[in-house]
Structures are given as C-alpha cells and as structure tokens.
C-alpha cells in the first residue's frame, strides 16, 4: 500500500502565504506524477497543478503566477506554494500520485486525506 500525509493547512489572511507538503510512503516502485486538487464547500473538485517525475507542471488558470507545485523526488513529497491567498482559495486540498508499487504492473491513483485552507480575515 501506499500512504499519503499532507500538511500545511490552516487559516490565513488574505494576501498571506502558505506552503502544503505531501508525502508519499509505503511500497513504492516508481511514483509518476503528483498533483493537487481543491474541493471548495458546495463546489465540486477541482485540480489545482500537477509535475510529473521530471518536473514538468500544470496549473490551472486561476492559480498561475500565485501558486508553485515542486516536488523532492528522493523524498516522495510534492509541495504547493501558495502566495497572495484569496478568500475563494478556501478550501480542503487533497493530494495525489500516480504510483507503482513493488510487485504491481501498473499505476494506481492515491489519495491523501485532505488539508484544510481557510483564507479569512
């Protein structure tokens, strides 16, 4: 199995920072890529960016130019930075990886349990 831990959350001003880290334990053969999704209240999941193993990222519109993904490959953790923060960045962040475990053929998706942000003066 493979386990995700997030950390980072909690609640900030706006215009403040917060950096949320994930990572990755257990079994693990290869991870390829890690990412982070958002699920505002009454909204539905959204992604927010993802990097593959090589460093490349995606961001969704919104959070380019606030927000930064990077990743520590020889430590299985992804990071978000995230500056400027918005009140309609509230939200629990999940993240994931796509990962092969020792012993498997293929990738699955895993998830962490979430963290919450809450933007708010």
């Known amino acids: 199995q493979v386990q995700l831990v997030e950390s980072g959350g909690g609640l900030v001003q706006p215009g403040g920072s917060l950096r949320l880290s994930c990572a990755a334990s257990?079994?693990?053969?290869?991870?390829?890529?890690m990412g982070w999704y958002r699920q505002a209240p009454g909204k539905q999941r959204e992604v927010v960016a993802d990097?593959?193993?090589?460093?490349?990222?995606n961001y969704v519109a919104s959070v380019k130019g606030q927000f930064t993904i990077s990743r520590d490959n020889a430590k299985n953790t992804v990071y978000l930075q995230m500056n400027n923060l918005k009140p309609e960045d509230t939200a629990v962040y999940y993240c994931?990886?796509?990962?092969?475990?020792?012993?498997?053929?293929?990738?699955?998706?895993?998830w962490g349990q979430g963290t919450q942000v809450t933007v708010s003066s």
């Open positions: 994931y990886a796509n990962a092969v475990e020792y012993g498997r053929r293929y990738e699955y998706v895993y």
């Open positions: 257990g079994s693990i053969l290869r991870i390829n890529t």
């Open positions: 990097i593959t193993s090589n460093g490349s990222t």
